[in-house]
């Protein structure tokens, strides 16, 4: 889905440099989640640096980037009602078991940790539901020995 990020790349590449590279397919979705919270440009901006860092330094490309954005989105302005959510979280755990059999929880934890070096992300998770969607998981599970967490 997409490439290795270097070390090199991830210590200097800037902030406007992985923006760049994510705004124009993240900008739908940013647009309709500026119109449906009110946000200001300055905190559009602020999360648009922060969901880029997060998915740059899960290693996913732009256009994956763009669905599941969209779909957090969507989400946050329709949550799913509970027999959903906890459909998801059952179908994340079982794709987890099966794909990685050995090391499933411990996948899961450095995923955990990866959400967590991004509080605003992960409140857009947790709002959204999507932190338990199969989508998001198995993407973020995947990457797990890659994870880069948050620059400060």
Do not use: C
């Not at 949550?79 to 990685?100: A, G």
């Not at 989508?135 to 973020?140: E, S």
């Amino acid at each position: 889905m997409s490439e290795p990020i270097s070390e090199a790349d991830l210590f200097f590449r800037s902030d406007e440099s992985v923006v760049s590279g994510y705004e124009p397919s993240l900008a739908d979705s940013f647009h309709q989640l500026q119109d449906s919270t009110g946000m200001s440009a300055a905190e559009t901006k602020s999360l648009l640096t922060e969901t880029s860092q997060f998915f740059y330094g899960a290693g996913i490309n732009s256009e994956f980037a763009s669905k599941l954005h969209g779909q957090i989105v969507q989400h946050i302005q329709r949550p799913p009602d509970n027999p959903t959510f906890n459909q998801w979280q059952t179908e994340s755990r079982q794709h987890l078991r099966e794909k990685y059999p050995d090391d499933a929880d411990e996948r899961m934890e450095k995923v955990k940790a990866y959400v967590n070096s991004h509080p605003t992300i992960r409140k857009q998770l947790e709002d959204s539901g999507m932190g338990s969607h199969p989508d998001v998981i198995l993407a973020l599970a995947e990457r797990a020995n890659n994870l880069r967490p948050r620059r400060k």
